[in-house]
């Protein structure tokens, strides 16, 4: 089955600098790539996500890059604030509507 | 955008007793559900996919006696925790899929549930 790595488990930034969290897949059938924030006490929201038919997709602050080649995908915060303190997921999907398969999450923590 | 309800967003339940969790879809049919376990500081781990009308599957590992799952219909999905013990207090999160804009492949996930077994 799929397998997702989430690397680093823990990122510390100041507000203002930039914060990149990186997520390897294993299935190279993976073709939709969503990336979730989660704050303590709630359930994932979606922030971005990005299909295997592109290579990058920005919304704002947030963007997300996947080279399916290597097998990996990466998203990017800029201009950090202390609301973007959370906890991150990526997560990988063969099909539509198959099961997601998540990384094990990104502590982010945007210090004023 | 597409919405899932969860409730309760937290229950306490004697060692036991049986507690039910809702999840509704509000503005979309879901015709897959998901339903996930959270341990403190891990990510999500899936624990059974139903589908509406049909048996839920459970993932490898997971008692089909002790968390009962139904989806009876295209907006409501119940999981039952059946004679809950203390191990079983975790955070308990449903993820929805069907229409709305949950990323183009529909997932949308409820507001998670912490259940603690006394």
């Known amino acids: 089955g799929e397998n997702v790595e989430q690397h680093p488990s823990t990122l510390s930034v100041q507000e203002g600098d930039s914060a990149v969290i990186k997520c390897t897949y294993s299935d190279s059938a993976s073709n939709y790539f969503p990336w979730y924030k989660q704050e303590l006490g709630k359930g994932p929201q979606l922030i971005i996500d990005?299909?295997?038919?592109?290579g990058e997709k920005k919304d704002q602050r947030i963007a997300v890059t996947l080279n399916k080649t290597a097998k990996h995908f990466s998203l990017h915060i800029t201009e950090t604030q202390p609301e973007d303190s959370a906890v991150y997921f990526c997560?990988?999907?063969?099909?539509?509507?198959?099961?997601?398969?998540f990384g094990e999450g990104t502590q982010l923590t945007v210090n004023p | 955008g597409a919405v899932v309800s969860q409730h309760p967003s937290r229950v306490i339940c004697k060692s036991g007793t049986s507690v039910k969790i809702e999840c509704r879809s509000l503005?979309?049919?879901?015709?897959?559900m998901f339903w996930y376990r959270q341990f403190p500081k891990k990510s999500l781990m899936l624990m059974a996919t139903?589908?509406?009308?049909?048996?839920?599957?459970?993932e490898q590992g997971v008692e089909k006696d002790k968390f009962l799952i139904n989806h009876a219909s295209l907006t409501l999905s119940t999981l039952t925790v059946t004679s809950a013990h203390p191990e079983d207090s975790s955070f308990y999160i449903c993820?929805?899929?069907?229409?709305?804009?949950?990323?183009?492949?529909?997932?949308?996930f409820g507001s998670g549930t912490r259940l603690t077994v006394v």
């Open positions: 139903s589908n509406e009308g049909s048996k839920a599957t459970y």
């Open positions: 993820s929805a899929r069907g229409g709305g804009t949950g990323g183009g492949y529909g997932y949308t």
């Open positions: 997560a990988a999907s063969t099909t539509s509507g198959s099961r997601l398969t």
């Open positions: 990005i299909r295997s038919n592109v």
């Open positions: 503005d979309f049919q879901a015709t897959t």
